[in-house]
């Protein structure tokens, strides 16, 4: 939208790139320009890589390598991105997170390493082992790579809550949503998208008595072989355990009181001494134990074994007839499709709303189509508008099989923007607009206070931000 400071929407749009990404950059300190400084020439070439420096931190030309490679890596396009927007974005980076230390913004050890482990999990998940994650990042050991990460990642947190400092402040009242919407030229108003709101009534198979208590069972005996030393715990959790975010790591997990678990996991692990293992215990994801390995101050570093419960035939086929049931009764008008998901979905998260989704992105009820979830698309793209779907068996999150019913209660179609239609999502527009000026004129305010250079050919760029102070 051309009402948009154009100045800092780079910027924000360049926010993308690092999401979710460990970018490479190294804090090197004072000293080391000394020592590049008493370098022979041969090797100042080699080494004079140093093209930035922001407040404390220092930047290498291979560090914008190092981006370029994460993006691609995490499947970006890099054929519009120059070195200098790369540049930029790293500066950006590192004056949010020099100006967190100078402000004092806490960011804790032990949320960092939670992060960190968190991380890990998931990339020797993807990877397949360790070593292979220390390879990938070229360190010579898993210490080394630990020490690496941690300093990215902290900075990473820095650089979050710097931003989220910053924007948090930023409020809009409905006078202002307004006066944002009357400035847009109507040529330039924007078109939002076909989108729909959908319901669901969800009945989950009751597992039986008897395949619970196989896994209780099962779980006491991995205790009991772990506990008379015939098996260790770490390789019960690689073979058996249907966690996949722990299981390759031996179950192991890092935790807090602060650190997202399911209540019942997080009160079990924090009633259990070091070297203790738990009874079984219960969660919506199955049956675990647990073997408390470390207690460092708040911190508990811990092993689980996840086993779930097979559902058999018998119990799916009992869920299907419930849902059949259902939906005979909505389709010859007994009871309508709201008050059947309010009385007799098993999806606590919908049914007080008559079943009615969420969107995950917008936390409202619309989906636009372009959007939406294949899977979620497939099943509703062919429905008419209050048509119900017949039972459809499908998987939650946690891998466990249920039945659906899924309808479309409403249909909006492609438009150009309408105030009293799409107040919401103009009004994100325009906080977003107010949030983009906010972080402009922090950018512009700091750059003016911290010492900041720019080196070679970098000077010669076009940034997004004042860093040459022209």
Known sequence: MKSINNKTALTFLLLLFSSGIAIAQEIIKESTIDTIKKTTSSQKQKIDGIIAKVGDYLILDSDIDKSYLEITSQGGSIKDVTRCQILGKIMEDKLYAHQAVQDSVKVTDSEVKSMMEERLNYMVEQIGSMDKVVKYYK????EEFRTYFFDVLKEQKLTSEMQKKIIDGVEITPEEVRDFFKKIPTADLPVFGAEMEVAQIIVTPKVSEAE?????????EFKKEVQEGGSSFATKAVLYSQDPGSRATGGYYKM???TQFVKEFKDVAFSLAEGEISAPFETDFGYHII??????GQDVELRHILLIPAVTPEDLQEAKDKITLIRK???DKEITFAQAARTMSDEKETKANGGALINPKTQDTRFELTKMDPALYSQVSNLKDNEISLPLLDDDQAGKKKYKLITVTNRIEAHTADY????IKIKDLALKEKQIKAIGKWFDDKIKDTYIKVNGEYRDCTFTNNWLKK
Request: no cysteine; proline share 0%.
């Open 212 to 220: 619970k208590q196989k896994v209780i069972d099962k779980l006491n």
């Open 139 to 142: 360190k010579s050991s898993e």
């Open 291 to 296: 073997y408390v390995e470390k207690i460092k």
């Open 420 to 423: 009293a239609k799409d107040y």
């Open 256 to 258: 807090n009181k602060k």
């Open 329 to 331: 009764r909505i389709v």
